[in-house]
């Protein structure tokens, strides 16, 4: 079978990045897919939530040449921790498609790249190696704000026919429906991106219990509301 | 507390925002991507010669270069177009060369990724050569001062670049080739008018000095002794005629009157001077 690589990216921090990135990475892990998820931020939360070393080398070592062992979290899932090396001139001056180089022959049957906020160059390293982009975005202006620069700039990429994800969606982070402005952001969304598929995740304590224990969403509570919404979009990732 | 918006507005204002945030987005990218382009170090076998240079290397200087980047590292970067063709640091290229061949464990311990640290400008040294020659001088002005002949050879650069020596004001599409020049050695006009009139002025005297009649016989009476000296050398023949005869008897009068007006036009020409 291909090889799924999927970034998920927000540009906004907080947004829930690191979370559906890991907890699908769980999901999908649950299915019988090997999977691997490297981490684009300096601040290296994925191997931490996964219950693994975040000091560990990672995704730095990676780019820079080495060959990193990835660090195993349950069976099947794997990570390559981030950490503050990603700040580094050498990465920083790394050519865009550098890190889809470097994947190409990792024997894993998905890959997720944990983009991180902010750094443009690191995020658009996972952007231009993934095939699948998921774009987050919580209930509130500056979230959207920031998933709308993500789509520009993909679609940009797109219309250039440049290397990278080919597809995208949109993942609505801790959604409360009991709340107004969660009540309008899907609307919103359709409104200003009627092309673009949606997918709520809900607003679940799981998720953030299972980040702060430091165990995979699917060990912690496989029956919990966000794991059914992320199984929606694993859904998505694999028959379109 | 003020009334609160609907948030379907707020939601909307949000990706407009984005929309209008994207066009700077795209210039960040660009720019980023272009400093990328712009490498910071390059491996020594990547830095290219420039072919011609304004001035032989001083072998001195080289030696001098090396042990200072021995002892020092590379201080100043090398200058080097996109292609990494050699734009300035010709005596510190070659003193890592030589860095290189000579002390190897040296050259590793200053180099130890093998990076040389270059600063590229963002220009292709074959699609603009005239540039290529401003950084190339603007680097070594008010270093060491160019003697004469370099300025000749630097001129002659110049007018391979179409700058021709004009009187007045250039015309449209001119370039006037004294001003480029002393802007580009950091020395007055005038003199740089000054030392191309003298070298046009000695070319000529080049061309006198053999024509003068009084060399021009030195340098015949010269020839004429040294083949009389050789043909004096060689084995007697068995049968000679009798104008032969005569002739090798006048030989060693004849030589010594050759040698003498050698003599005598020599020191006359040394008086001369």
Redesign the interface.
């Known amino acids: 079978m291909a090889q799924t690589r999927i970034a998920v990216a927000a540009r906004k921090g907080g947004v829930g990045k690191t979370s559906i990135a890991c907890g699908l990475s769980s999901v999908m892990a649950s299915q019988g897919k090997r999977v691997l998820v490297i981490d684009l931020d300096p601040q290296s939360n994925a191997a931490y939530v996964l219950g693994t070393n975040p000091t560990a080398p990672g995704t730095a070592d990676l780019l820079s040449g080495g060959s990193p062992r990835a660090l195993e979290a349950s069976p099947d899932l794997y990570v390559l921790p981030g950490g503050p090396d990603l700040a580094g001139h050498t990465i ?5 498609e550098d890190l889809a180089d470097a994947v190409t022959s990792m024997d894993y049957d998905v890959l997720i790249f944990d983009c991180p906020p902010g750094v ?2 690191l995020e ?1 390293l996972g952007l231009v190696a993934a095939d699948v982009a998921l774009i987050c975005t919580d209930a509130h ?2 979230a ?6 993500v ?3 993909l679609k ?1 990429r797109q219309q250039k026919g440049r290397r990278g994800a080919k597809r995208w969606a949109l993942a609505l982070s801790r959604i409360d429906l009991r709340r ?2 969660d ?3 899907d ?3 359709a ?2 991106y009627p092309t673009i598929d949606r997918f709520i995740v809900h607003q679940d304590s799981a998720v953030s219990w299972a980040g702060a224990e430091r165990v995979p969403l699917m060990k912690y509570d496989s029956n919990c509301k966000a794991a059914k919404d992320l199984k929606a979009i694993a859904n998505w990732v694999f028959n379109g | 507390m003020a009334r609160r918006r609907n948030s379907a507005d707020l939601f909307a204002e949000a990706t407009a925002t984005a929309d209008a945030i994207h066009e700077q987005d795209q210039a960040a990218a660009a720019k980023s991507e272009q400093e990328r382009s712009q490498k910071t170090k390059l491996p020594l076998s990547q830095i290219r010669a420039r072919e011609t240079d304004t001035r032989p290397l001083d072998p001195q200087h080289v030696t001098n270069l090396a042990e200072s980047i021995a002892a020092l590292g590379l201080i100043e970067p090398l200058v080097v177009d996109v292609k990494g063709v050699l734009l300035a640091g010709g005596h510190r290229l070659a003193a890592l060369h030589a860095l290189q061949e000579t002390n190897l464990e040296i050259y590793d311990q200053q180099f130890p990724d093998g990076q040389i640290q270059v600063h590229m400008l963002g220009f292709d040294a074959d699609q603009e050569p005239e540039r290529a020659l401003q950084v190339e001088l603007a680097e070594n002005e008010k270093r060491v001062n160019y003697t004469r002949d370099q300025i000749a050879r630097l001129a002659e650069r110049l007018r391979s670049l179409n700058y021709r020596e004009i009187r007045g004001r250039p015309k449209e599409g001119e370039k006037a080739l004294g001003p480029a020049l002393a802007v580009a050695i950091g020395v007055s006009a005038r003199y740089v008018r000054k030392v191309l009139s003298e070298q046009r002025q000695e070319g000529r005297d080049e061309k006198n000095r053999n024509s003068v009649p009084i060399i021009q016989k030195l340098r015949l009476l010269k020839k004429i002794e040294a083949a009389l000296n050789e043909l004096s050398e060689l084995p007697e023949s068995e049968q000679i005629g009798r104008s032969e005869r005569a002739l090798i008897k006048a030989l060693p009068e004849f030589l010594a009157n050759v040698k003498g007006s050698v003599k005598d036009i020599d020191s006359a020409v040394h008086q001369q001077k």
């Open positions: 920083q001056s790394l050519d865009p443009e160059y658009r202006p500056l959207v704000m920031g998933a709308g620069r789509i520009n700039e940009l107004s402005m009540q309008s952001l609307q919103q969304l409104t200003a």
